[in-house]
């Protein structure tokens, strides 16, 4: 008994020794940065100034009424509506032409998957140049239709650039994973539906697509946490305008934390954004859950 | 019992991680100091580009040779995301150098406005130091509302305008315009000749971002105000009639469609526009990729244009300008040990004229266009010899901690809705005062 005792707490000693690396460097990136946040929020520090003042919950006040905040919270959802149904239609299209692609099939992914690593910056600086006004597409269009389109300027089309850019980007690897889903479908239940006579679409709808669930699952959770984080294309695109159009939870909490030296304020509102951030993805995953339980996922 | 242990536990995981990020504050640095034994460590933060680097690490070298009881290290600033934000960081972690350049006047009125950095006027030899740079006049617009200096200019860029003479030509000018009718005139020229071509082609009219009115609204301001401070320490200082009739000017452009602002990719090199805001860094970019942009072939400089009835020879303008300055974090041993590097530095003209060389940025001094040590490289590089005479008529940016929501304010208030024609000059300038004394009370 006392042996055994001994053993365990030998093993305890050897796995927290084992964990310290991981502890450690979430206790110094995350816990201590998050508490640190936690209690700058409450404050009016600009981060650099030796004095400043506790001020209760004013930066969060501050926050709510502020017309840049409530239109960072409208851009998200606007992007996401925009942002989801296109990533994942276009992903899984993508999928099922590499699923029936013959041969290649790992070439042509790793091909798809390439704008992925693409860095933000350099792919926004080619489609400003692909969408400026003396590019070639421009031309074309003023000269064969007589459309002259003000892309980044209408706050209808602006925040649709950014989607679709972001599309481009990220429909590679949302395809993997769908792709994944689809080579994990057994040959079986094709079988067996085509016996039941779920040919051609039907065969799509009522087997495949049900059967992705769980990639479907994770795409739509990865690709709406996506949203809540957009920074770097809005603010080489855009600036954020027209009018807030393309107005970021990240655009204003670098704003104010960077430009304008709000960093008390800045952290108020990176707080506001993780709670939205936390209750949108439940709300999604409630939703996603109850609709994977009413077709068999439990 | 269990209890305790995981306390200790917690307290020595979180012991090992304070060790392990590698917090070298004031005091690591003052221990670093005093193993050196009289040797006074100073660390230089360079602007991230190489040139300037090169530039600082060859001085460095230079007065290490000379000055065995100093070391210098230069290293670039952190970007993350941006040089601002890196030396916020820095200094926020304890871990802000002794001196650093790269700082324009409105950071650095946030920064002495936190007392992040140090009163450069105060050091012995201040004034000596101005005087052997001949920078008399050039500093004298840079000092900050409570009397002191701050920032020691290095460069000053005057922007200017530049104008595709080329195209003026087949429109029957020889000059580019110099007030605002002229300017007029030339651009209902343009659109009766080349009805798809534009006097101006600037996205950043329409939109709000702060650092843009510095390249649209200070340019066209400082000229028709002969360079009142907009703001003056805590209050807004603005001359209301030029500024009318600068936002009164973008309003003529606007109306008479000479201005372009959809994104547009190299508009003036691609003569889809004949006017365009230019600093002195186009020209090495030009240099590689339009090398058919010949000065006074191509294209020719200008200040910006004024108001009729002003006189156009007395033009101000906008400085694009940035300087050094040295953070209180430092010891007062580290202080004046940077000073006195800054002050050998700066009291030989080869080294500004070779810092002109490295970086093609004009060095901030009165006498750059008339001093024997610059001339063959100003006969070399004419197109930066209007930089060079008009750095003493540039006005630098705002000396306000809260400059970025006031130059945000000028766009949203003022200059974006009357270029979109949804304000008169009037009362876009009154909406804009009115928001200003807001932000400033």
Redesign the interface.
């Known amino acids: 008994m006392g042996c055994s005792n001994n053993m365990n707490k030998h093993a305890a000693k050897v796995g927290?020794l084992l964990a310290?690396p991981y502890?450690?460097y979430s206790?110094?990136f995350f816990l201590?940065p998050l508490f640190w946040a936690l209690y700058l929020a409450f404050t009016n520090w600009?981060?650099?100034?030796?004095e400043y003042e506790t001020v209760g919950v004013q930066n969060f006040l501050d926050a709510f009424f502020s017309p840049s905040v409530r239109a960072a919270f409208w851009v998200t959802y606007k992007f996401m509506l925009m942002f989801v149904p296109i990533v994942i239609a276009g992903s899984l299209c993508l999928a099922l032409i590499l699923h029936h692609l013959p041969r290649w099939k790992g070439l042509f992914a790793v091909g798809y998957f390439l704008p992925y690593l693409a860095s933000g910056v350099a792919s926004s600086i080619v489609v400003?140049?692909v969408?400026?006004?003396?590019?070639p597409l421009n031309q074309f269009l003023r000269d064969a239709l007589g459309w002259d389109i003000?892309?980044?300027?209408s706050p209808i089309l602006a925040p649709l650039v950014i989607a679709l850019m972001m599309a481009w980007k990220f429909v590679g690897y949302y395809a993997l994973l769908f792709l994944s889903g689809l080579e994990s479908i057994p040959k079986e239940v094709y079988e067996a539906a085509e016996m039941d006579g779920a040919i051609g679409w039907k065969r799509v709808w009522h087997v495949t697509i049900p059967m992705l669930y769980p990639s479907f699952y994770t795409v739509t959770i990865l690709a709406v946490g996506l949203m809540f984080g957009i920074f770097t294309e809005p603010y080489v695109l855009t600036?954020g305008?027209?009018e807030y159009a393309t107005h970021t939870w990240q655009l204003e909490i670098?704003?104010q934390a960077?430009?304008?030296?709000n960093?008390g304020y800045g952290t108020a509102v990176a707080i506001i954004n993780s709670i939205v951030t936390f209750a949108s993805i439940f709300v999604f995953r409630k939703v996603l859950e109850k609709w994977g339980g009413k077709h068999g996922w439990e | 019992m269990k209890k305790r242990k995981w306390f200790k536990?917690a307290s020595l995981?979180?012991a090992?991680?304070v060790a392990?990020?590698g917090c070298q504050g004031q005091t690591g640095k003052e221990q670093e100091q005093k193993k050196e034994g009289s040797t006074v460590q100073i660390e230089f933060w360079a602007a991230p580009n190489p040139t300037q680097q090169a530039f600082w690490k060859k001085m460095a070298d230079r007065y290490m040779q000379e000055h065995k009881d100093v070391k210098i290290k230069v290293s670039p600033m952190p970007e993350s995301?941006?040089s601002?934000?890196g030396i916020?960081?820095a200094?926020?972690a304890g871990n802000a150098p002794v001196i650093s350049e790269n700082i324009s006047r409105g950071f650095a009125a946030?920064?002495s406005?936190?007392?992040?950095i140090v009163p450069l006027d105060q050091f012995e030899g201040f004034d000596d130091l101005i005087a052997k740079r001949q920078m008399k006049s050039t500093i004298s617009t840079w000092k900050f509302a409570d009397g002191h200096q701050y920032v020691l200019p290095i460069y000053s860029n005057a922007m200017l305008f530049g104008w595709r003479i080329d195209i003026l030509k087949e429109l029957g000018y020889n000059a580019p315009p110099k007030t605002y009718s002229e300017v007029i005139e030339v651009g209902k020229k343009l659109k009766e000749k080349y009805p798809n071509k534009f006097l101006w082609?600037r996205?950043d009219l329409?939109?709000?971002?702060?650092w843009a009115r510095w390249f649209d609204f200070f340019m066209i301001y400082n000229a028709a105000s002969n360079g009142t401070h907009f703001i003056d320490g805590n209050k807004l200082s603005a001359d209301r009639d030029a500024g009318v009739k600068a936002l009164q000017f973008f309003a003529d452009l606007s109306k008479n469609q000479l201005v372009?602002?959809?994104?547009?990719?190299d508009?003036f090199e691609?003569g889809?526009s004949v006017m365009s805001d230019l600093g002195p860094w186009t020209f090495p970019y030009w240099a590689e990729k339009f090398p058919e942009m010949k000065f006074n072939e191509k294209y020719v400089l200008s200040m910006p244009p004024v108001p009729d009835g002003t006189d156009p020879s007395q033009a101000k303008t906008f400085a694009d300008t940035k300087g050094l300055v040295i953070y209180a974090s430092a010891t007062k041993e580290q202080q004046q040990a940077a000073f006195d590097f800054v002050k050998w530095v700066y009291s030989d003209p080869q080294n500004d004229l070779e810092w002109l060389k490295e970086t093609n940025l004009p060095p901030a001094r009165d006498d750059l266009s008339t001093n024997e040590a610059f001339v063959s490289y100003f006969e070399q590089n004419p197109q930066l010899k209007l930089y060079a005479e008009n750095i003493p008529n540039a006005i630098p940016p705002m000396d306000n901690?809260?400059m970025?929501?006031l130059q945000e304010l000028i766009g949203k208030e003022a200059l974006n809705p009357v270029v979109k024609g949804e304000k008169t000059p009037e009362k876009a300038w009154d909406d804009m005062e009115k928001a200003i004394r807001g932000v400033l009370k």
């Open positions: 927290w310290s502890l450690i206790a110094v201590i600009n981060l650099i100034s030796p400003k140049g969408i400026s006004y003396n590019s003000d892309w980044l300027g600036g305008g027209p670098y704003n960077f430009e304008k030296l960093a | 536990l995981l979180l090992a991680a392990g990020t995301p941006s601002e934000a916020q960081s200094i926020a946030q920064l406005d936190s007392r992040a082609a996205a329409v939109k709000p971002t702060w372009l602002t959809k994104e547009t990719k508009p691609s889809t901690a809260k970025v929501e």
